[in-house]
């Protein structure tokens, strides 16, 4: 019923930017709070960002904040993550993630908040 596809990522080097992208079908976009997180190889999914289905708040993990902005557009059903000033730390697949939600201003930080993910995509930060 509702799908996720993510694009965006790449190889950059450090110091660089990224936007991603995650496409939703099967649901609008303002039915849903938005979250974006990653896994390294060896290491468990951790959050990194999230935007309440309303839009008015954003929270970040303390690692991305000031370099890292999610958006909405809700007319294109399509959430972004910008990432600016990334980091060989930032290497991992980044998934995107959404939560049907009746609040306008909620959002989870934990992957059991969300029931709907996408595939992931490749960043990769060279040194």
């Known amino acids: 019923q509702v799908q996720l596809v993510e694009s965006g990522g790449g190889l950059v080097q450090a110091g660089d930017s990224l936007r991603l992208s995650c496409a939703v079908s099967g649901r609008t976009l303002r039915s849903t709070a938005m979250g974006w997180f990653r896994q390294a190889p060896g290491k468990e999914r951790e959050f990194v960002a999230a935007?309440?289905?309303?839009?008015?708040?954003?929270y970040y993990a303390d690692s991305v904040k000031g370099r890292f902005t999610i958006s909405r557009d809700n007319a294109k059903n399509t959430v972004y993550l910008r990432m600016n000033s990334l980091k060989p730390e930032d290497t991992a697949v980044y998934y995107c993630?959404?939560?049907?939600?009746?609040?306008?201003?909620?959002?989870?930080?934990?992957?059991?908040?969300?029931?709907?993910w996408g595939q992931g995509t490749q960043v990769t930060v060279s040194s």
């Open positions: 993630a959404a939560a049907a939600t009746s609040s306008s201003s909620w959002f989870g930080v934990s992957s059991t908040d969300y029931h709907y």
């Open positions: 935007i309440s289905r309303g839009g008015g708040t954003t």
